[in-house]
């Protein structure tokens, strides 16, 4: 990983969930090295200390505290949290998840509930609690994650579908509402991209064939690469830019 320092970021702070692993960790230290400080958070204590660890090692500014994001108290600590140690709250990344691979009928009401409420009502509740925050700021940028599977359809993932799908018209809403503030309101939506969450999916050579047929740049993502774009739309860079979807996905959903 290029690990060169920069200042896209420079005087900005940042809260990202979801940042023991796979792609919230590569948000973390990608975030940092252009300056950001950053509050990273996850119910994944060890893997937090590791990210933090990352981050300070290639000179960055990060400290790690434990969040469930379905815990809207929790939120509001978090985000005074933010505000203590590093004066304001101007980017918030929303990118803890999970995934649950089960046909519609199948799934149960507790699976359902569950996927919902990391999800997406883990989104809306990180942005009900940074907004106050980002009105002291005088503005901000909060980019939620979502996925291919918010934009389209596919076999066995009712819930995390259905939940990804909420991401994407709660950032458009939640854009509508905040323009006001100053905050800034975009959607990713990664393909499939080698972390934790894709392990096994990858290690299966015919779901990864099925995959790579469908993926014109013929391979998975690597975290980094949903980090650039990220990063892009956390920064000032991206001033213009609201209530958008950016597709990271290798031109998966292109055709
Ligand atoms: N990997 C992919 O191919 C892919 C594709 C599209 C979208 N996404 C999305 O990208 C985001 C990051 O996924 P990843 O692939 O890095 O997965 P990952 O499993 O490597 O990381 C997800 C992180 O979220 C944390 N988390 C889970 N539940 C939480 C909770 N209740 N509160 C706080 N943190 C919690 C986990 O501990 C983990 O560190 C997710 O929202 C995922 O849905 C992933």
Known sequence: MDSRMGDRLAGKTAIITGAANGMGRAHVLRLAREGAK????????????????????????????????????????IVAEAEKQFGKLDILVNNAGILVLKPVEETTDEEWDRVQGINAKGVFLGIRAAV??????????????????????????????????????LTKASAVDLAKYGIRVNSVHPGVIETPMTTALLADPESTRAILSTTIL?????????????????????????????????????Q
């Open 38 to 77: 950053v509050l990273a958070t996850d119910v994944d204590k060890a893997g937090l200390n590791e990210t933090v660890a990352r981050a300070t090692s290639l000179g960055g500014t990060a400290i790690g505290l434990e969040q469930d994001v379905t815990d809207g108290a929790r939120w509001t600590e």
């Open 132 to 169: 106050p925050a980002m009105q002291r700021a005088g503005g901000g940028s909060i980019v939620n994650i979502s996925s291919i599977y918010g934009v389209i359809g596919a076999p066995s993932a009712a819930a995390y579908q259905a939940s990804k799908g909420a991401v994407r018209l």
């Open 218 to 254: 013929e391979r998975p993502g690597k975290p980094e690469e949903v980090s650039n774009v990220v990063l892009f739309l956390a920064s000032d860079e991206a001033s213009f830019v609201t209530g958008a979807e950016y597709l990271v996905d290798g031109g998966y959903t292109a």
